[in-house]
């Protein structure tokens, strides 16, 4: 991976990454094409683009050259998310921050409609490559297992809703936008989400609490006082720009319910934060049944960073019948859109024709 933008390939370079910026992280994953089953590498960086913009060259800089022996060939870009105002400012903000150390030529983008495009392509019409990550998982899925359903993604920041049947994708939802009103998106994620959203007219012990709009504690909080999660795994920014132990994660939850004193012991703070999880999973369940009767699919297929903890409630649930993660229908750690457009464009055999 030249920073010079040369176009010059040794014969050894031949593998794929895909970089997938979010709102908050930069994921990459890398593949052989030859065995585009198993990633050979992923990682996820936390990269609040929105509030560290200026910085983006910096920091590209320095996580690009950490894969200068990758043997990369090609770099697939995308984007779970419009990271500013218009679709227009995201890919050309994210494209002329790679084109800095990456030639156009070794970049694709992909489309709504399932196709890889230039650079040159992307620019001219960039609503189609916008927030495109669920469709590439709802495809690339259908691709490595051939099994239809719905798949539940459960990411860091939001919990997506894929329908699939015989290769298709059964939504007929365009943006985030409409997918949100389709109940096809949710912000609800094992991470990012104010904590306070969940429920925020909260029932604790027959007393009834208006919580802050203001984020006090976040859903890593929750899920790490619940130990669902450990300190290493909570890869956002804490609220309170503190420290993630549980300790910490407790007093973050007093926060939100602007707790001063000792007026809640710890066991009860404890109890709140399992109610949260609960209640939060209780209503991405409600989305899961509403999408498998208007669908009329039997499967669900669980997948996201989130998919031991939402498998394991479902199946505690004792609801379904035909439930299954991602990942132990394909042996790998996780299963997401970046690891998918990177299995698709290998299936493609594209590589060969670069």
Request: net charge negative; with cysteine; glycine share 4%.
């Amino acid at each position: 991976m030249a920073t010079n933008q040369s176009t010059s390939f040794n014969v050894n370079k031949h593998n794929i990454a895909v970089l997938d910026f979010g709102v908050t992280s930069l994921k990459i994953v890398i593949v052989d094409p030859s065995h585009p089953e198993e990633p050979f590498h992923s990682q996820r960086i936390y990269l609040p683009l929105r509030t560290r913009r200026q910085e983006i060259d910096g920091e590209l800089k320095t996580i690009l050259r950490s894969y200068a022996d990758y043997n990369i060939r090609k770099f697939i870009l995308t984007t779970t998310s419009p990271l500013f105002a218009s679709a227009k400012e995201t890919i050309e903000f994210i494209i002329n921050s790679v084109t800095n150390f990456i030639h156009p030529a070794n970049i694709v983008l992909y489309t709504h409609d399932g196709e890889f495009v230039t650079i040159k392509q992307a620019l001219e019409n960039p609503s189609k490559v916008v927030s495109v990550g669920w469709k590439a998982l709802g495809k690339g899925l259908w691709k490595m297992t051939k099994q239809e359903g719905l798949v539940v993604d459960f990411s860091t920041r939001t919990t997506s809703f894929i329908p699939i049947r015989e290769g298709e994708i059964l939504s007929s939802s365009k943006s985030d936008h409409e997918r949100m009103k389709n109940d096809e998106l949710i912000f609800f994620g094992l991470m990012e989400t104010n904590a306070a959203f969940i429920q925020p007219i909260f029932e604790y012990n027959g007393e009834t609490f208006n919580l802050p709009f203001e984020t006090h504690a976040i859903t890593a909080d929750v899920f790490l006082v619940t130990e669902d999660i450990q300190s290493s795994d909570y890869i956002t920014n804490t609220p309170d720009k503190k420290a993630k132990f549980k300790e910490d994660a407790l007093d973050r939850i007093k926060s939100m319910f602007c707790i001063v004193d000792d007026c809640f012991h710890e066991q009860d703070l404890i109890k709140i934060a399992y109610l949260l999880k609960v209640r939060m999973l209780e209503k991405i369940n409600r989305l899961i049944k509403k999408k498998m009767e208007e669908y009329q699919l039997d499967k669900i297929i669980i997948t996201g960073i989130g998919a031991n903890i939402l498998y394991q409630y479902l199946m505690e649930k004792n609801e379904y019948t035909n439930i299954s993660k991602a990942s132990d229908i394909i042996k790998t750690a996780e299963i997401n859109p970046s690891f998918s457009l990177a299995y698709i464009y290998a299936s493609k055999k594209m590589i060969a024709d670069d």
